[in-house]
């Protein structure tokens, strides 16, 4: 009997820009780029470690073989707390609404911090879903 497995890569997209913006956050601007981007607690080991152990690939999704990369951006404010999670480039609504549901489990990340003061910052992190089979 095979059984499907998924693999979860998590890769983490370089930020190109160092504007701020004003929105509506704890912190008042939100940062695209700073002197010291926001952590997952433990890194980013950590991280996928946290994200596979959450992840649950949806059974419609699993049974018509959908893969892909799912980007989600967020706000990491001031505190450490995750604002506002999107996707923002979308494979499919069910993986994209489990990648949001896993996002939104997150513990509080260590706040970036610009001029030695914590900040918002955006945030990506691409989760990938693939399917594997496994050997008999």
Request: proline content about 8%; aromatic content about 10%.
């Amino acid at each position: 009997m095979k059984k499907l497995l998924f693999f979860l890569i998590l890769g983490f997209t370089t930020l190109t820009t160092a504007r701020a913006q004003n929105t509506d956050t704890p912190c008042g601007k939100v940062f695209h780029v700073v002197e010291q981007m926001p952590q997952f607690p433990g890194g980013q080991a950590a991280m996928m470690k946290f994200i596979a152990d959450s992840l649950r690939y949806p059974s419609v999704s699993c049974e018509h073989r959908i893969e892909g990369r799912v980007v989600v951006q967020f706000v990491v404010d001031c505190e450490g707390n995750i604002l506002n999670p999107l996707v923002v480039w979308s494979v499919d609504p069910l993986l994209d609404k489990e990648a949001i549901r896993v996002v939104k489990l997150m513990p509080k990340w260590i706040p970036g911090r610009q001029n030695g003061k914590p900040v918002c910052v955006i945030y990506n992190v691409p989760i990938r879903f693939k399917l594997y089979e496994e050997k008999p």
